[in-house]
């Protein structure tokens, strides 16, 4: 049986499974529960000495139904709750108290005695110094009596308030309250009733008391409304019905105050950034919450927004990393253009995690009229395609963080994220940004300041794309004059760029040794960083009227007067251009034609070989020594030949020549 809403615990139909009490086993039943109930008082963040109970009842003397001693129950109480009228105890007096003329004293009533015998004040209580004369009376008249025997002159005095009371008519305390007139709704034009609430004999708006905290972990101080709330609307506003209980308990849901990763920009560098969202909109429609695969799905045009946490580098507390590792591990070192890629040991366990130290990013922001500035949180908002969510863990942040814990909450809680499976997620959204690709200007960009980009203790940046960084900042340098990353020489423009890149290329095809920082790719390069199995790198030729334009995301694009650079020039002999394969046909047989690297098959068709060959004058302009350049390609089709299909079979060829995409390769080669 599960604990749920909408269960009937007493209805026998709700009891599934084996529920037989004599087959239970209690003292196995008992612990199973105990440490249920230390799971939970634990995760509620009860010290752990209230409820280690084995030492608690180490104490003979510990009594949990008398807890507080003395033998006493709580509730149970032996005294007479005075605040209460004993109206039997009133009559039982009245009927035992015998004529006066049978009582030993004066027919003259005392002080304690002058009043209405219903009533005990409790001086004559305290005036008891004997007991009763006669056993035969009831405890009333033995109160009396013992009251009645002491000397006259050391009779009390009478109270004025005692004479009040013994004045009044009987009337009980209730019958004295006036009755408390029925609270009036608010009522009006757009005024819903259901939404008020009686609060201490008034009626208050469900929006000032009422709040769901969707982080149950803790509660985050801020001036920027980062503890996101579900409130009721106000009045004659639009109500929202988007936000559903239910589905805030979900395993796979997205809800406002949840972190997600998004890469930055900022200046030159492309990094990894942890936003905390405080607003969901889906199709321009404001949500709540959202299923986390809808947030990826383009078609649902999700965007988050969010602020973004200032993030502390410290390490690891594994028991499973050597004491080496875990405590006394030095800060990795800083990033550089020129090192290797990470491998893919980037996703191991690192000895490093980064813990929010509670701050957000702020930046300078100028007051409207005056020459001052004030720090405003920064609140960002992306597409749900470029985010990935967060795993983290709630962790006790300050013992770790010491004087870096700059606003942790009053609990000292945090979360925590390690530094491994974050290398990974950088990779991931950089995937996407070229899968889909999506220009860098396109991505946020924020201002550099203390709290990001993320740095380790030394102030080298931490947890930076290498790879979009690097595209950004030979953007950066194509507005200037740019350097080789091959060789460190400076061409003097984007043309010459091409053509730089172009030489080095084609001397590697050749075989000709020249020293360089990087090596040139083995398998189709590419014609603006010499790099191969980028797919950034791949080309689109879009051919609009007579001009054709040139498609990438290459990190080292230049613009490309095409028609120019295929043709060149004395200055600039190299025509290396992407060009149309007129050989290929999707999901199409076609026979194999000849080439240089691979003689036999088909004759080439003369309009292919003259759209990539290179001359030979143009290699001897590049520096290619002539006992390099090959022999001239024969196995060419004559002119008037054509493109040979005797044994194409299937389909219609379709007709997609003015648009080619894939690798670039050198001096005219083939784009397929």
């Not at 020129?338 to 996703?347: A, I, L, Q, V």
């Not at 990935?388 to 925590?416: C, F, K, M, T």
């Not at 004395?570 to 026979?591: F, G, M, Q, S």
Request: proline share 8%.
């Amino acid at each position: 049986m599960t604990r749920s809403e909408g269960v009937d615990h007493l209805n026998i139909v709700s009891w599934t499974g084996h529920a037989i009490a004599g087959d239970c086993h209690i003292p196995s039943v008992w612990d199973e529960g105990r440490k249920v109930a230390k799971q939970i008082l634990a995760k509620l963040r009860f010290p752990q000495e209230s409820y280690d109970y084995a030492m608690i009842f180490a104490n003979p003397e510990i009594d949990m139904l008398r807890p507080f001693g003395d033998g006493k129950y709580p509730g149970v109480e032996s005294d007479i709750d005075r605040s209460i009228v004993l109206s039997t105890p009133t009559s039982t007096a009245t009927s035992a108290t015998p004529p006066s003329s049978s009582l030993p004293f004066s027919s003259t009533p005392s002080p304690a005695t002058s009043s209405s015998p219903s009533t005990l004040t409790p001086f004559a209580t305290t005036a008891l110094v004997s007991p009763s004369t006669s056993s035969s009376h009831s405890a009333s008249i033995s109160t009396i009596t013992a009251a009645s025997d002491a000397p006259s002159e050391t009779a009390a005095t009478p109270d004025p308030d005692d004479d009040m009371e013994d004045q009044s008519e009987g009337i009980t305390f209730e019958e004295t309250l006036d009755d408390v007139p029925e609270l009036v709704l608010p009522s009006g034009r757009g005024i819903d009733p259901n939404d008020y609430i009686s609060v201490e004999v008034k009626w208050v708006h469900k929006q000032r008391i009422c709040r769901v905290v969707f982080n149950a972990d803790f509660e985050p101080k801020s001036t920027e409304r980062l503890k996101r709330v579900r409130g009721h609307t106000k009045v004659n506003s639009k109500k929202r019905d988007d936000v559903n209980p239910e589905a805030l308990l979900g395993d796979n849901t997205f809800i406002v105050g949840d972190p997600f990763f998004i890469l930055l920009r900022t200046d030159q560098t492309l990094s990894l950034a942890v936003v905390r969202s405080t607003a969901i909109h889906e199709d321009g429609v404001s949500r709540g919450s959202i299923l986390a695969p809808t947030i990826r799905n383009p078609q649902a045009k999700v965007k988050l927004s969010g602020q973004i946490l200032s993030l502390t580098m410290v390490p690891t507390l594994d028991d499973n990393l050597p004491e080496s590792d875990s405590a006394l591990v030095q800060p990795r070192s800083a990033f550089a253009l020129n090192s290797p890629p990470p491998g893919p040991t980037c996703e191991e366990k690192s000895p490093w995690s980064w813990i929010w130290n509670g701050r957000f990013m702020k930046v300078d922001s100028a007051i409207a009229g005056t020459k001052q500035t004030t720090e405003k949180v920064v609140i960002i908002s992306v597409p749900g395609a470029l985010t990935e969510l967060v795993n983290h863990r709630p962790v006790d942040a300050v013992s770790r963080l010491g004087q870096r814990a700059y606003e942790i909450n009053s609990e000292g809680r945090s979360w925590e994220l390690d530094d491994g499976p974050m290398g990974a997620v950088c990779e991931l959204l950089w995937d996407v940004v070229v899968k889909e690709k999506i220009a860098l200007t396109s991505i946020a960009s924020v201002k550099k300041s203390a709290d990001f980009p993320y740095a380790f203790d030394n102030g080298n940046p931490a947890l930076v794309c290498r790879d979009g960084t690097q595209q950004l900042v030979q953007q950066h340098d194509s507005k200037v004059q740019r350097v080789c990353h091959l060789c460190g020489h400076r061409p003097k423009g984007t043309n010459e760029w091409r053509a730089h890149i172009s030489t080095h290329v084609l001397r590697s095809i050749r075989r000709v040794s020249e020293t360089l920082h990087i090596p040139v790719g083995e398998s189709l390069p590419c014609g603006l960083c010499a790099s191969s199995g980028k797919p950034e790198c791949e080309v689109a030729l879009l051919t609009k009227g007579s001009t054709t334009h040139v498609e990438t995301n290459c990190a080292m694009v230049v613009n490309i007067t095409y028609k120019s650079a295929e043709h060149g020039s004395k200055a600039t002999p190299c025509r290396n251009v992407p060009v149309v394969c007129k050989l290929c046909y999707p999901d199409e047989p076609r026979p194999e034609y000849a080439s240089p690297l691979n003689p036999g098959g088909a004759r080439l068709p003369h309009e292919v070989w003259e759209s990539m060959k290179v001359e030979e004058a143009e290699e001897l302009a590049l520096g290619i020594p002539k006992v390099s350049i090959p022999a001239v390609f024969a196995e060419i089709a004559a002119p008037n030949e054509g493109v040979d299909r005797s044994n194409v079979v299937g389909r219609k060829r379709a007709k997609k020549n003015n648009v080619a995409t894939g690798p670039r390769k050198t001096s005219k080669k083939v784009v397929s």
